[in-house]
């Protein structure tokens, strides 16, 4: 995949029985630019997470067509999705999941050592990546010796260090506070210029909306003007 450009035609996901359906998603068409850093807002339960799950190839719609760089997400194969996950996606949580008995450096390094890179290299990469991320002098802590700011910096440089194409953030600043939220902003505004991937960020969080290049608002699982 050298591309992450994004294209959702007529996607809906529901769930429930059809007396009680809940339309997540209803019949979303739109398209993203590789390296392009786009913002999903809209207030709880409109589907920002769902979207986030199929651009992630955990869940697969009900109808409709999603392609990544090319790949279609909505017919793939369980293996092609496990290569893609694993090759071309980084995924940051609102809640952090680095493993609490590994220190800041080993947290991001394992995805590349989980892939059989030499140690010696996947060192060097983890700390170019936590130099981006400001979080050098922490490299040696652990899990809990850190702010829930560092926590998500460093999820950051872990989901940036196979370099892949796309990297899905669900509310990376959801739960800190206002010195935690800024740094975590600058470490996306440092990822976006860079063009280091394309950055798709669910976020209640105006500033971070702003930061974007583009804004997609969602609205009971449809998409509101831009
Ligand atoms: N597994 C599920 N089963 C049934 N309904 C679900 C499921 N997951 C989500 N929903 C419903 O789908 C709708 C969209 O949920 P989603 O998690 O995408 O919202 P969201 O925009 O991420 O909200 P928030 O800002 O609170 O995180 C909600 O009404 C939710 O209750
Ligand atoms: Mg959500």
New binding site residues.
């Given amino acids: 995949m050298h591309s992450a450009a994004i294209r959702l035609q007529n996607v809906s996901r529901h ?2 029985p059809p007396e009680s359906r ?1 339309r ?1 998603l209803d019949d979303i068409s739109l398209e993203i630019a590789d390296k392009d850093f786009v913002a999903i807002t ?10 986030m799950h199929l651009l992630g190839g955990l869940d697969t719609p009900d109808a409709g067509e999603i392609y990544v760089g090319g790949l279609a997400l909505h017919t793939a194969d369980e293996k092609a999705l496990t290569l893609y996950r694993r090759r071309d996606l980084g995924i940051v949580f609102q809640f952090f999941n680095l493993l609490p008995t590994m220190s800041v450096l080993e947290n991001v390094c394992l995805p590349l050592l989980l892939a059989g890179d030499a140690p010696a290299t996947v060192q060097g990469m983890a700390l170019e990546l936590l130099d981006l991320v400001g979080m050098v002098p922490r490299a040696g802590h652990f899990v809990h010796q850190l702010s829930g700011g560092e926590l998500q910096r460093t999820a950051i440089a872990r989901a940036l260090i196979h370099r892949p194409r796309l990297v899905l953030a ?2 990376p600043t959801g739960n800190l506070d206002s010195a935690g939220a800024a740094r975590v902003l600058d470490v996306l505004r440092r990822v976006a210029t860079q063009a280091l991937t394309t950055l798709v960020v ?1 976020t ?1 969080s105006e500033e971070v909306a702003e930061a974007a290049s583009r804004r997609i608002r ?1 609205r009971d ?1 449809r998409l509101a003007a831009e």
């Fill in positions: 769930y429930g809940v997540a809209g207030p709880s339960g409109c589907g920002k997470s769902t979207l669900d509310e669910v209640h969602l699982g």
